[in-house]
């Protein structure tokens, strides 16, 4: 069973940047493509941001331009880079793929943009 590890969270002013990652257990990332999402408490868990398999990426029109989507196949990573953090962005980070039959999520990292 995959295991999928989120990090790289933490407490960020306005305007800041985090680089979060997702190590998975095993070599997936070349066969399928994987989405970061996010969960704002009393709201529902939703894609922010998603790399296919053959590196096409897309992002959710709130994130564009301030979220980058990247992966490393040899460190079964994902990575999310994230500038221009503002207050609305709080919220806990998971990844998983963006379609398909998921994985089983992990604990996801706390992301908190507050001066």
């Known amino acids: 069973q995959v295991q999928l590890v989120e990090s790289g969270g933490g407490l960020v002013q306005p305007g800041g940047s985090l680089r979060l990652s997702c190590a998975a257990s095993?070599?997936?990332?070349?066969?399928?493509?994987m989405g970061w999402y996010r969960q704002a408490p009393g709201k529902q868990r939703e894609l922010v941001a998603s790399?296919?398999?053959?590196?096409?990426?897309n992002y959710a029109e709130s994130v564009k331009g301030r979220f980058t989507i990247s992966r490393d196949n040899a460190k079964n990573t994902v990575y999310l880079q994230m500038n221009s953090l503002q207050p609305e962005d709080t919220a806990v980070y998971y990844c998983?793929?963006?379609?398909?039959?998921?994985?089983?999520w992990g604990q996801g990292t706390q992301v908190t943009v507050s001066s």
């Open positions: 790399i296919k398999s053959g590196g096409v990426t």
């Open positions: 998983n793929r963006p379609s398909g039959i998921q994985y089983t």
């Open positions: 095993i070599n997936i990332f070349s066969i399928y493509g």
